[in-house]
């Protein structure tokens, strides 16, 4: 079956921050976000999990998330992301996230609370379908207690 994002989607973030800020979330690490980060803060990878990360257990599984600030904005978010050039796979993936692109609906859905979703720049069904495919390669952290 065709998905409904084959012949591709509208998307051009505005720089709202909306899913950088405001609410708890997670922010999950692979070992390749966490050398490109560290490395582009001049940190070693073990000053910048203790800075900069979190432990998160999920019950299914244990997790390195980013920390946040008391008002719940990611670490990075200063009036726009201050590690763009690093920003985690999560990050550069979304809205193209399963969740998202499951359906119609819950791509609509997610564009209600985010500007950037269903205008803008064109992005082809080829570049939807790598997104997919790189969230799917990606190994996350698995830190042990
Ligand atoms: S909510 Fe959408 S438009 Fe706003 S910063 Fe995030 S991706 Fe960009
Ligand atoms: S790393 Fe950057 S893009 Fe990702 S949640 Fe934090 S501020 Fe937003």
Request: hydrophobic share 35%.
């Amino acid at each position: 079956m065709e998905a409904f994002w084959n012949d591709g989607l509208q998307f051009s973030c505005t720089s709202c921050g909306h899913c950088c800020r405001h609410e708890p979330g997670y922010v999950f690490l692979s070992q390749k976000d966490l050398s490109r980060l560290s490395a582009h803060m001049q940190m070693s990878q073990e000053d910048f999990t203790a800075q900069h990360c979190r432990v998160v257990d999920l019950g299914i599984a244990i997790r390195l998330s980013l920390v946040e600030t008391p008002e719940n904005d990611c670490f990075f978010w200063n009036d726009g992301c201050t590690v763009y050039k690093a920003r985690p796979l999560q990050c550069r993936t979304y809205p193209f996230w399963p969740a998202n692109l499951s359906s119609r609906a819950d791509w609509d859905n997610e564009a209600r609370e985010c500007p950037g979703m269903n205008q803008g720049e064109l992005r082809s069904g080829r570049e939807i379908a790598k997104a997919l495919k790189m969230r799917e390669r990606q190994i996350l952290i698995s830190p042990t207690r």
